[in-house]
């Protein structure tokens, strides 16, 4: 027997013997078993799969994944000058430039994040494939094929995000652009014939081979621009992708349908939702921002929906999947090990006002407890004299629900009432059958757990509610504009009074020369309505003042 083939039947024993997950729709999750450490491995083992897990999540892994783009000609091209043939085709084809003329460039336009140097700790420690780290951000990923390398995209692109210089996995990322990379291959690879681009790039019988693939993998692919930076949009790309494929069970490639689609609502209607964090999975069941996947692991679905939207052989990756539970299981670890990053280790929490926080504590406990759940402090410790500023303002435990609840607070339904254009048509495919993945539309959203909610900003699953005064304002009141930007520096980058992005004059002036940064509430599925009854009484008049809700924001700021 093979060393490798040994290890991965060791490892597939631990996860059978131990703790086994019920994925099931209606399956409960236990209030006192935390599921971190979600298939309860000893503690040694568990560091070493999540450690495993996160590579995975940076470095995508399914082989046979459907657009991957020659790396060495994408350099050459990027690298040209504008007597480059295939830059003037291009330049032809555009209305506009492209906002990048690098390869670091492009990185930084998609909005990747870098990794952290050795010295980071806890969870601020991100790992290195083959232990070097690499000169390109977290979510690209080098694939080698039998083509040579191409280039693609993983988890970590929209599951990670830059926080004040330090990278945080598993975070929203604030600023990707994934969707948006995904329209420009849509609307301009299919016009570069293969054998031009090999002329134009210098790429070598294999990488062209490795573009007409790609070429051939995006006829059924359909891509749609989110309306406005930080949102995305593959609740439309699954959809319309889908509506490219024959209607059987397997969704099979056909060119009539890439020709001839049918229709399908999410062409036209307003779907966006901002990337979940990955450290609320442990307490959830259901998945997305309305709860809609009631059933199947949600890494089997991130796959299933990342490949429909990336015009792949469903059938070739149902096996996959199946030969690869392995990896499977190890970024499942690695997602339910997440950890929310505390605002103590960005900020000094020894002048916090530790008695604001705890009446704001109560405050919450009687308005919001019952949706978001509840988080034990250090202060409420019997040792609580003993501990220091950082201990004290730590959450000790959280306890949500056993199983997810779905909630309509009035806020934009634009992402919700999308879910039903398209989950009749994948329930019906074959590998969701397998996968035991099951969609069921809602009426609202998942009110979550608010660990790391300080960091989350802005706020709902639309994005419109720039900071927690915000949200804490009545609806007509509330900010109608702010600015998107990034979380650089902590000074003029983050309102720390307000907690989230700074708004009217303290809105740095770079922010609005970024196409995209504007955020206006007025526009179809940005609305910035609702989540504000539970301020009021029951005859409709506020029920905290200022300062009350001064408190629970301070309580907010310590989860």
Not at 335 to 356: G, Q
Request: with cysteine.
């Amino acid at each position: 027997m093979s060393k490798g083939l040994a290890f991965s039947l060791f490892f597939l024993s631990l996860i059978q013997t131990s703790f086994a997950v019920d994925w099931s729709e209606g399956a409960r999750i236990s209030l006192e078993r935390p599921r971190a450490n979600l298939f309860e491995l000893t503690e040694e083992e568990w560091k070493k799969q999540t450690q495993a897990g996160m590579l995975h999540a940076l470095h995508y892994p399914v082989k046979v994944t459907g657009l991957l783009v020659p790396y060495e000609p994408l350099v050459n091209f990027l690298e040209a000058d504008q007597r480059n043939p295939l830059r003037r085709l291009l330049s032809r084809l555009a209305s506009s430039q492209v906002g990048f003329s690098t390869v670091d460039e492009m990185y930084d336009w998609l909005g990747l994040n870098d990794y952290n140097d050795e010295s980071a700790t806890g969870i601020y420690q991100i790992p290195y494939l083959n232990g070097v780290k690499p000169n390109y951000p977290m979510g690209a990923t080098m694939m080698e094929t039998a083509h040579g390398t191409g280039l693609t995209f993983s988890c970590a692109t929209c599951h990670s995000s830059s926080l004040f210089g330090v990278s945080v996995f598993g975070l929203t990322n604030k600023r990707p652009r994934a969707n948006e990379f995904f329209h420009l291959a849509k609307k301009y690879i299919p016009n570069v014939p293969s054998r031009f681009f090999q002329a134009a790039t210098g790429s070598t019988e294999l990488e062209r081979k490795m573009f007409e693939r790609t070429k051939k993998n995006l006829g059924p692919v359909h891509a749609k621009k989110p309306e406005t930076l930080g949102l995305d949009t593959s609740l439309a790309q699954v959809a319309m992708s889908l509506a490219r494929r024959s209607p059987d069970k397997d969704a099979t490639r056909d060119p009539y349908y890439q020709r001839y689609p049918r229709a399908n609502e999410l062409e036209k209607h307003i779907a966006d939702s901002k990337p979940m964090v990955w450290w609320n999975l442990k307490y959830k069941n259901r998945w997305l921002a309305d709860g809609s996947i009631v059933s199947g692991n949600p890494i089997h679905t991130n796959f299933l929906w990342n490949e429909i939207g990336r015009g792949t052989d469903l059938v070739e990756l149902e096996k996959w999947l199946g030969e690869n539970q392995e990896t499977i299981d190890r970024l499942t670890i690695a997602a339910f090990a997440t950890k929310a990053p505390l605002y103590s280790d960005f900020f000094d929490v020894r002048e916090l006002p530790l008695e604001s926080a705890k009446r704001g504590q109560e405050i919450f406990r009687v308005s919001c407890k019952e949706c978001h759940g509840d988080y034990q402090k250090g202060w409420e410790s019997s040792r609580a004299h003993e501990l220091t500023a950082v201990e004290l303002f730590t959450t000790t435990k959280v306890t949500y629900h056993e199983q997810t609840p779905v909630k309509n607070v009035g806020t934009d339904p634009g992402r919700y009432q999308g879910m039903k254009y398209f989950s009749d048509r994948l329930n019906t495919l074959r590998i969701s059958e397998a996968l035991g993945v099951r969609v069921v539309p809602q009426e609202g959203y998942v009110p979550p757990p608010l660990e790391g909610i300080w960091a989350r900003y802005p706020y709902f699953h639309n994005n419109s509610i720039p900071n927690l005064c915000a949200l804490m304002t009545p609806p007509d009141q509330r900010p109608k504009v702010f600015y998107q930007g990034p979380a650089v520096n902590p000074e003029t980058d983050y309102d720390q009074e307000c907690i989230g992005y700074p708004v009217g004059d303290a809105i740095p002036a770079e922010w609005k020369k970024e196409a995209g940064a504007r955020f206006e509430t007025n526009r179809v599925g940005l609305s910035n309505q609702g989540h504000y009854k539970m301020f009021l009484d029951e005859e409709g008049n506020e029920l905290y003042s200022p300062a009350q809700k001064r408190d629970l924001l301070e309580f907010l700021r310590t989860l």
